[in-house]
């Protein structure tokens, strides 16, 4: 609940701000923005995880935790404020440099409030977190819709961001089931490092593939064209954020509880998995399906270069929710190495596929080329590992058949649908309505699964109850 409200509301005010703001604008903003989210990628040097998963009572770690964040935060803060300029440049925006350097005050926040974050996530408390993102989400929405309609243009949307980011900060330290402390323990520090810094090189290469896109965009393309294209790729993972976010703050916990039991831990793999695909599947499809109605009936005409960018990336935000999932079963099991290696490789893939694409073809190039490499490059891979860690593969491929088949028929329906109809509205909401039918059907039918989830749910609650000092609990999330 906490993450449909929240896209919700971002998706309501990134509607009236794309407008209000236009494409030169708002591709300013996004430069600034894959900025700080490749910054965050690594802020805190990957050791607030250790927090979620450390076997023993947290409070002997968190001020060694608490030190490494902020010293390493402050840092990075002040090596990536000096260096916002050419970065800036680079990126294709000199512009976007005022508004870079301004958004650059959250990392100091993202590196003060990573322990209680993770201490929030260890012990299940989301309705503490729901209130703290939702305020984060409001606030910032709200400055950032009125300071744009006084004409501050990019730099509204900084102030906005930043405001949130300094009010739910204060609440994370607020609510916090620790006192926050500074210390330093030598027998625990090597471990944290240890453990932290390749999950947090990994980090790095995870949204180096994940942005790759948008980095070429704006150093090859420009702002403008950046700005085209974020907003196909806001429109393409806002279904799967819907999904991902809620499944990223619990998954990798049952995976946890389940590690003395591999059987049990592939099988439970292999039913999220599935319900990963009913769930997302037919919704990507209608969004790929009706992406011009989409984009013209949401945005205006001035944004409908993003269509075709859009039916594209939808494919490419779908298997990223997968590899996504794959990636914290294997980081759970210790794997980060391998996860690293993985990453790494599709990095090297990546780059050169969408130079290419971007050279031929422009926007819808480079977009295709990112689906390309996404299905045939980067999701075997994982599936190797994943295979290699126990999990049937065939299992997987049986339990998403159905849901990929019925998602095809549901992304042909829409195209024609909202080709047919000549009210955009009641085309897209034919199409829409298409898709909820199919994915509740589905829902229906693997009620059985529905169930095995909500079970280790209650057995870890019964287990583990919340605020017991001796939480055993493992959960995944890239702090944000």
Excluded at 39 to 46: H, R
Excluded at 402 to 420: M, N
């Amino acid at each position: 609940m906490n993450t449909i409200v929240a896209r919700f509301a971002t998706l309501g005010i990134g509607i009236v701000l794309a407008r209000v703001l236009g494409p030169e604008e708002f591709g300013t903003f996004a430069v600034a923005l894959v900025v700080l989210m490749a910054i965050l990628s690594f802020n805190e040097l990957g050791v607030s995880l250790a927090i979620v998963r450390w076997p023993q009572d947290p409070k002997h770690i968190a001020p060694t935790v608490n030190t490494i964040s902020v010293v390493a935060s402050i840092i990075i803060f002040c090596g990536a404020y000096v260096l916002t300029p050419a970065v800036a440049t680079a990126m294709g925006d000199p512009e976007a440099t005022k508004v870079i350097q301004l958004l650059l005050v959250s990392v100091l926040i993202n590196g003060a409030v990573a322990t209680p974050a993770a201490l929030l996530q260890r012990r299940f408390q989301e309705r503490t977190r729901m209130v703290i993102d939702q305020t984060n989400v409001w606030v910032g929405a709200i400055i950032s819709l009125v300071l744009a309609l006084m004409g501050f243009g990019a730099m509204s949307l900084a102030i906005g961001r930043l405001a949130g980011s300094l009010i739910s900060g204060v609440m994370f330290l607020a609510a916090s089931p620790l006192p926050y402390r500074f210390g330093w323990n030598r027998e625990v520090a090597p471990q944290l490092l240890r453990f932290g810094l390749p999950l947090a090189g990994s980090s790095i290469v995870v949204f180096a593939v994940g942005y790759a896109d948008q980095l070429t965009v704006g150093a090859a393309l420009g702002a403008t064209a950046l700005g085209f294209y974020v907003l196909a790729f806001n429109l393409s993972s806002w279904p799967m954020s819907i999904v991902s976010q809620p499944l990223r703050r619990v998954a990798p916990a049952a995976f946890s509880h389940l590690q003395a039991n591999p059987a049990g831990l592939g099988r439970t793999m292999s039913t999220l998995m599935g319900l990963l695909a009913v769930c997302t599947v037919p919704l990507f499809a209608f969004v790929s399906g009706a992406s011009r109605s989409l984009v013209e009936f949401i945005y205006g005409s001035q944004w409908l270069p993003s269509a075709a960018v859009l039916s594209f990336l939808v494919f490419s935000a779908l298997v990223r929710l997968a590899y996504e999932l794959m990636y914290d079963y294997l980081v759970v099991l210790g794997r980060t190495g391998t996860v690293f290696a993985v990453q790494l490789v599709s990095l090297c893939i990546m780059v050169p596929a969408l130079l290419l694409g971007g050279y031929l073809r422009g926007l819808v190039g480079l977009s295709a080329a990112h689906a390309l490499v996404s299905w045939l490059v980067i999701l075997p891979m994982y599936g190797f590992q994943l295979s290699r860690a126990g999990v049937k593969i065939s299992a997987i491929v049986r339990r998403a058949l159905s849901p990929v088949l019925i998602g095809l028929g549901v992304g042909f329906a829409s195209y024609y649908i909202t080709l047919s109809i000549p009210s955009t509205f009641w085309g897209l909401a034919a199409g829409g309505t298409l898709a909820f039918i199919c994915t509740a059907t589905m829902l229906y039918v693997r009620r059985a699964d529905l169930a095995v989830v909500r079970g280790i749910g209650q057995a870890k609650t019964e287990a583990e109850p919340v605020g017991d000092a001796t939480t055993v609990s493992v959960a995944k999330e890239e702090l944000q």
